[in-house]
């Protein structure tokens, strides 16, 4: 049975970037990968970069809005991260308004 985890990133300014990350206490598969606006506002002026276990998923970055929400068509990985390793995040936001951003993983145990 697929589990969640959400990483609350949190309020980014404009102009500001923040990051967040995860290390999972066992291994996992990453099935979705979801960023979510906590007030719905748009994503597309929000640069994305995501790594997992070192591995860099966004050449460079891609729109927040790339990954989508919805868990019916979001980004779906299939990717292993070992015990121990990092699922990073970083966030930059260059709309003209803040955003609430949160990082939501499905993912199984191994």
Sequence with gaps: MPLFKTLE???????GNKSAEWT???????????VVEKNNKP?????AYLKF???????DFVPASVF???PEYCYKPEW?????TKIYAKFTNEGTEAVTIYLVLEFDRK
């Design 9 to 15: 990133v949190g309020e980014i300014s404009a102009g």
């Design 24 to 34: 999972p206490d066992t291994d996992v598969v990453i099935h979705k990968v979801m």
């Design 53 to 59: 276990a070192g591995n860099v998923m966004t050449e």
């Design 80 to 84: 292993t991260v070992g015990k121990g």
């Design 68 to 70: 989508g929400q919805d």
């Design 43 to 47: 994503l597309s002026a929000v640069k």
